[in-house]
C-alpha cells in the first residue's frame, strides 16, 4: 500500500514537471527552427538526449543497462518512431508557419483522439456520455481554428497535419500501456529517443534538408532553445512522460493536454510576441473546456458504475 501510494505520488511529481517544461517546448521549437531545419533539429535533439541518458542513467548502480529481449527492444522502438518520428516531427514542421500556441492548442487534442481511435476502452471503461461530448466540443475548437472565416485561422494543410501528430501520438501513448517496455524506464526512454532521433534524422536527410542549416544563425535564441529541447524537453520531459504512464491512468496522464497550452500561449505572448484573435480565443475555450469534459468523463462514468454495484440497504 505504502509502495503504491509513493509510486502514485513520484507519478505526479513527474506530471508537474510535464505540465510546465512541454509547455515550454513549443516556444522552444519556434525559435531552434529559425536556424536549424526542422526534422535535423527534432532528431538531433532527441539522438543527444538519449546519448547523454544512456551515459548518465546507463552505467551506473541500479539503473544499470542489461540486455533487452527483442519484445522489449522492438517495442521500445516502435513507441519512439510514433511519438516522435511521427508527432515530433510533424509538429516540429508545422511550426516553421504556425504560431506554437495555436499548434498547441491542436496537439491538446491527443485525449480526443484517444476515444475516437477507440483505443482507451482497452485500459478503462470508456469515456462516457460526458467524455463523447467534450469530444464533439473538442473538435467544434479545432474546425473554428480552421475556418476561413475566422480571424487568423489556420491553413488546411497545416491543420492536418497537426491532427496527424495528434494521432500519432496518442496511438504510441495507448500503445506504450500495453506494450512489453523494459521495466527500467531510464532504458525504455533512452531506446525510444535514439531510435525516435534517428529516424527524424533519416527523414530528414532523405527530404535534403542537410542543405538548409543556417548555421550562422546558431547563436543567442535558437542555440538556447535547442539546449532547453535537449535537456529540458527531451531528458526531464520525455522521461517525466513516460514514467508517469507507467503508474498513473491515461485519462490523468492526459490532462496535460489542457495545461500545456495555457504555457504555450502564455509563453508565445511574452517571448515571442504572439497575441490571440477573438477566433483563436474562442477555439482555445472549446478545445480547453472539450478536453476537460473528455478527461473527467471515465472518472464520472467509474464512479456510477460502481454505484450500480453496490446493493442498496433496506432499513426497514
Same mark, same amino acid.
Given at each position: 500500500?505504502?509502495?503504491?501510494a509513493?509510486?502514485? !505520488?513520484?507519478?505526479?511529481?513527474?506530471? @508537474?514537471?510535464?505540465?510546465?517544461v512541454?509547455?515550454?517546448?513549443?516556444?522552444?521549437?519556434?525559435?531552434?527552427?529559425?536556424?536549424?531545419?526542422?526534422?535535423?533539429?527534432?532528431?538531433?535533439?532527441y539522438?543527444?538526449?538519449?546519448?547523454?541518458l544512456?551515459?548518465?542513467?546507463?552505467?551506473?548502480?541500479?539503473?544499470?543497462w542489461?540486455?533487452?529481449?527483442?519484445?522489449?527492444?522492438?517495442?521500445?522502438?516502435?513507441?519512439?518512431?510514433?511519438?516522435?518520428?511521427?508527432? /515530433?516531427?510533424?509538429?516540429?514542421?508545422?511550426?516553421?508557419?504556425?504560431?506554437?500556441?495555436?499548434?498547441? !492548442?491542436?496537439?491538446?487534442?491527443?485525449?480526443?483522439?484517444? #476515444?475516437?481511435?477507440?483505443?482507451?476502452?482497452?485500459?478503462?471503461?470508456?469515456?462516457?456520455?460526458?467524455?463523447?461530448?467534450?469530444?464533439?466540443?473538442?473538435?467544434?475548437?479545432?474546425?473554428? $481554428?480552421?475556418?476561413?472565416?475566422?480571424?487568423?485561422?489556420?491553413?488546411?494543410?497545416?491543420?492536418?497535419? $497537426?491532427? #496527424?501528430?495528434?494521432? &500519432?501520438? #496518442?496511438?504510441?501513448?495507448?500503445?506504450?500501456?500495453?506494450?512489453?517496455?523494459?521495466? /527500467?524506464?531510464?532504458?525504455?526512454?533512452?531506446v525510444?529517443?535514439?531510435?525516435?532521433?534517428?529516424?527524424?534524422?533519416?527523414?530528414?536527410?532523405?527530404?535534403?534538408?542537410?542543405?538548409?542549416?543556417?548555421?550562422?544563425?546558431?547563436? =543567442?535564441?535558437?542555440?538556447?532553445?535547442?539546449?532547453?529541447?535537449?535537456? =529540458?524537453?527531451? @531528458?526531464?520531459?520525455?522521461?517525466?512522460?513516460?514514467?508517469?504512464?507507467?503508474? $498513473?491512468?491515461?485519462?490523468?496522464?492526459?490532462?496535460?493536454?489542457?495545461? /500545456?497550452?495555457?504555457?504555450?500561449?502564455?509563453?508565445? &505572448?511574452?517571448?515571442?510576441?504572439?497575441?490571440?484573435?477573438?477566433g483563436?480565443? $474562442? #477555439?482555445?475555450?472549446?478545445?480547453?473546456?472539450?478536453?476537460?469534459?473528455?478527461?473527467?468523463g471515465p472518472?464520472?462514468?467509474?464512479?456510477?458504475?460502481?454505484?450500480?454495484?453496490?446493493p442498496?440497504?433496506?432499513?426497514?
Amino acid at each position: 500500500m505504502a509502495i503504491a501510494a509513493s509510486q502514485a !505520488l513520484r507519478g505526479w511529481l513527474a506530471l @508537474l514537471v510535464v505540465y510546465v517544461v512541454w509547455g515550454s517546448t513549443f516556444t522552444g521549437i519556434q525559435v531552434a527552427v529559425r536556424a536549424m531545419p526542422p526534422l535535423l533539429m527534432a532528431g538531433t535533439r532527441y539522438l543527444l538526449a538519449g546519448v547523454v541518458l544512456y551515459l548518465v542513467a546507463g552505467r551506473s548502480g541500479r539503473w544499470r543497462w542489461r540486455r533487452l529481449s527483442w519484445p522489449e527492444l522492438y517495442s521500445s522502438a516502435a513507441v519512439g518512431l510514433l511519438l516522435l518520428l511521427g508527432a /515530433n516531427g510533424l509538429l516540429s514542421w508545422s511550426e516553421q508557419k504556425v504560431p506554437s500556441g495555436l499548434a498547441a !492548442l491542436i496537439i491538446a487534442t491527443v485525449p480526443l483522439w484517444m #476515444a475516437v481511435l477507440g483505443l482507451a476502452g482497452r485500459h478503462s471503461i470508456g469515456p462516457g456520455q460526458l467524455g463523447w461530448l467534450g469530444v464533439m466540443v473538442g473538435l467544434a475548437g479545432v474546425g473554428v $481554428l480552421a475556418s476561413p472565416t475566422t480571424a487568423g485561422h489556420m491553413a488546411p494543410v497545416y491543420t492536418a497535419v $497537426l491532427l #496527424a501528430a495528434a494521432l &500519432f501520438w #496518442a496511438s504510441g501513448s495507448l500503445y506504450a500501456r500495453r506494450a512489453p517496455l523494459p521495466d /527500467n524506464i531510464f532504458i525504455a526512454s533512452a531506446v525510444e529517443m535514439s531510435v525516435g532521433g534517428l529516424g527524424l534524422v533519416v527523414a530528414g536527410l532523405a527530404s535534403g534538408e542537410s542543405t538548409q542549416v543556417q548555421w550562422t544563425h546558431m547563436v =543567442g535564441g535558437p542555440l538556447i532553445a535547442f539546449a532547453w529541447l535537449v535537456l =529540458g524537453g527531451s @531528458l526531464l520531459g520525455y522521461t517525466c512522460y513516460a514514467y508517469a504512464l507507467k503508474v $498513473l491512468p491515461t485519462s490523468t496522464v492526459a490532462t496535460y493536454a489542457y495545461v /500545456n497550452p495555457v504555457v504555450a500561449l502564455v509563453l508565445g &505572448f511574452f517571448i515571442l510576441g504572439q497575441g490571440l484573435t477573438r477566433g483563436s480565443a $474562442l #477555439a482555445a475555450a472549446l478545445i480547453t473546456a472539450g478536453v476537460v469534459l473528455m478527461v473527467s468523463g471515465p472518472h464520472l462514468a467509474r464512479r456510477r458504475r460502481l454505484r450500480a454495484r453496490v446493493p442498496s440497504a433496506d432499513i426497514g
